[in-house]
């Protein structure tokens, strides 16, 4: 079991350049989510998918978006990127838990992607 | 939105001393979850707590579960130098629709020195 993977593991880009970042995980999960970290500030959800052909905006959404392609993969595209946009951007993906209320997830995370914009 | 408030911001300790870290929530959180983040690496779950007063461990680490629903706490005894790394713990509200959202702490810095 790989778990989450991410593609890249580091990327430099030009303001106003376009790309997106892979995830994928082989857990069988449902969900899935896009975070990103910043100095001081914990992890923030950008999106997230509850199931596969679902998606939804999470904390910080401005500037991104998402497409679940099937159950396995769910990607994150910047269309322009913004030097705001520099950070370590984090994929996760959950299953619900057997001891809790329902609807409580155990998220697992990716190796993240590290950005910068230039 | 919910805040969570997690303190201290960082902490440097010797090899073997024990060590506390908490969050606090303007809001209830039906499940709380602990992680820890090594350099360049993942977030990776060391402890989920579903229950308010629940006491849960994992080897050196016990984490609670607040009575109030709005507080958790993560305990490390005995700590060695691989501690070291970033805490975060995190809450989430369950429910129909909040697919395991989870909302973070800004985080707590271990340094341990040998």
């Known amino acids: 079991n790989a778990g989450v993977t991410q593609t890249p593991k580091f990327q430099v880009l030009k303001t106003g350049q376009s790309m997106t970042l892979q995830c994928a995980q082989d857990?069988?999960?449902?969900?899935m989510y896009w975070y990103r970290q910043d100095p001081g500030m914990g992890l923030r959800l950008i999106y997230y998918s509850a199931s596969e052909g679902t998606t939804d905006k999470g904390e910080v959404p401005n500037g991104y978006n998402v497409s679940r392609l099937n159950k396995r993969e769910f990607s994150l595209r910047l269309e322009s990127a913004a030097p705001s946009q520099t950070s370590v951007y984090f994929c996760?993906?959950?299953?619900?838990?057997?001891?809790?209320?329902?609807?409580?997830?155990?998220?697992?995370f990716g190796p993240g992607t590290r950005l910068t914009v230039t | 939105g919910q805040q969570l408030n997690q303190s201290p911001q960082s902490m440097f300790i010797q090899e073997g001393e024990d060590v506390s870290m908490n969050c606090t929530s303007s809001?209830?959180?039906?499940?709380w979850l602990w992680y820890k983040q090594d350099p360049g690496e993942g977030p990776v779950l060391l402890i989920a707590l579903y229950k308010a007063g629940e006491l849960t461990s994992n080897g050196r680490l016990t984490a609670q579960f607040g009575i109030t629903r709005k507080d958790s706490f993560l305990n490390i005894s005995a700590s060695i130098p691989s501690d070291v790394g970033i805490y975060f713990c995190a809450g989430q509200t369950a429910g129909g629709t909040s697919y395991g959202k989870l909302t973070f702490g800004q985080g707590t810095i271990l340094t341990v020195h040998p």
């Open positions: 857990m069988n999960h449902n969900s």
């Open positions: 809001s209830i959180f039906n499940t």
């Open positions: 996760a993906s959950a299953r619900p838990t057997s001891g809790g209320a329902i609807g409580s997830y155990e998220q697992y």
